[in-house]
């Protein structure tokens, strides 16, 4: 894709400070947007706004409290007076282990960071979305949302299948309001090393080396997918050339779901 496909466009990112999330951020600021960066950590967000450049600017925020949730997109409304495109980035999920042995805990902090965060954010925009009869919304799944491939993370499944039907709800009842609302469903996308994905290797039965592996396997590529090539189709997506897709689930995967 050539030109600037989101000139005069703002969008907010959540969890957007690194791997997938900051990948998108800098694609729609190389193409016009400015974005609205939200994530935990300040010094994270501080060095990502300053990667993306000048259109970025950064919000602290835990996406699990709905409050702070809902925070991000009214600072982004009161900075810019518009969101044009949602990404609802935020997600994964800790406790890893086999239904019989999940703990409470770690099933409703799934569903709280991958499902509910989503849906506040999303609560939240639609009304300015509505009113100017435009509005992109992306939820980032994952592969697992279309069947599951690994043990131990039938909680984040069980989320990001969930996140699926959220995103065909809202392509529904927002569709003839001007607002789009799709999901990416990228396979494994190496991001640097991360304690979770160890844990979940580890719950699993496998070394970080053979978890890495299961994945590449699973591909028609034999390959992992970047996050570059995730941000490339969100960037589809965000534009007018993504005007006429809406509650589509879009595989990044390297061919491993089988739908």
């Known amino acids: ?43 994270k967000g501080a060095q990502a706004a300053a990667e993306v450049g000048e259109a970025a600017r950064f919000v602290r925020a835990d996406a699990t409290r709905r409050e702070e949730a809902e925070a991000v997109i009214d600072h982004a ?4 007076g518009r969101v044009d495109v949602l990404v609802n980035n935020v997600g994964g999920s800790a406790g890893f282990a086999r239904v019989h042995e999940l703990a409470d805990e770690a099933w409703r902090h799934a569903m709280t960071l991958n499902l509910d965060s989503a849906f506040w954010a999303t609560r939240r925009v639609l009304p300015s979305m509505m009113e100017r009869r435009h509005g992109r919304i992306i939820n980032m799944s994952s592969v697992e949302g279309k069947q599951a491939t690994m043990p131990a993370i039938s909680h984040y499944v069980t ?6 039907g959220f995103t065909k709800a809202v392509a529904l009842e927002y569709g003839r309001h001007g607002v789009t609302c799709n999901a990416l469903c990228p396979g494994a996308v190496p991001t640097g090393s991360r304690p979770s994905g160890d844990a979940a290797a580890e719950a699993a039965g496998m070394t970080r080396e053979e978890f890495v592996a299961h994945f590449v396997d699973a591909t028609k590529t034999g390959r992992l997918n970047t996050a570059d090539e995730v941000a490339a189709v969100a960037l589809l997506l965000a534009g007018e050339a993504g005007a006429g897709i809406t509650g589509a689930l879009w595989s990044v995967d390297g061919g491993t779901a089988s739908w």
């Open 159 to 164: 989320a990001k299948h969930a996140l699926h």
């Open 77 to 80: 409304l009161d900075a810019f």
């Open 1 to 43: 894709m050539t030109g600037r496909s989101l000139d005069g466009r703002v969008a907010v990112v959540t969890g957007g400070t690194d791997g997938i999330g900051l990948a998108v951020a800098r694609a729609f600021a190389e193409h016009g947007a400015a974005v609205l960066l939200s994530g935990r950590s300040t010094e």
